[in-house]
């Protein structure tokens, strides 16, 4: 499959596919946005971007709303391959993994 990754490598592959939705859906509501930051964190998604609408604008909330919805559905993902996972937690490092994933971690 071949995609824009305008994130860089920052997220795995697992999570791509919901990054380039937020992206795409974003773009849509303001041509002007961009992406400030993407990274996972304690296996969360964090999407930090800018925006040419002001905080309290509808847009920026719909805008806040889809990054909302993109991260929760990062927390029920597994970063690696994409299926179904919740936050594993190992030698002191978080990751949303499946069951086969989590065991290969250990």
Not at 80 to 105: F, M, P, R, V
């Amino acid at each position: 499959m071949s995609y824009e990754e305008p994130w860089g490598d920052e997220v795995d592959k697992g999570w791509a596919l919901i990054v380039l939705q937020c992206h795409k859906e974003l773009k849509h509501l303001d041509p002007q946005y961009k992406i400030s930051q993407i990274k996972e964190k304690f296996g969360g998604l964090r999407y930090y971007f800018d925006s040419s609408f002001d905080y309290d604008s509808t847009t920026r909330k719909i805008m806040d709303y889809v990054v909302e919805a993109a991260e929760h559905r990062c927390s029920k993902t597994c970063e690696i391959c994409g299926s179904g996972g919740k936050l594993c937690k190992n030698n002191g490092w978080y990751k949303t993994l499946c069951d086969e994933h989590a065991k290969e971690q250990r």
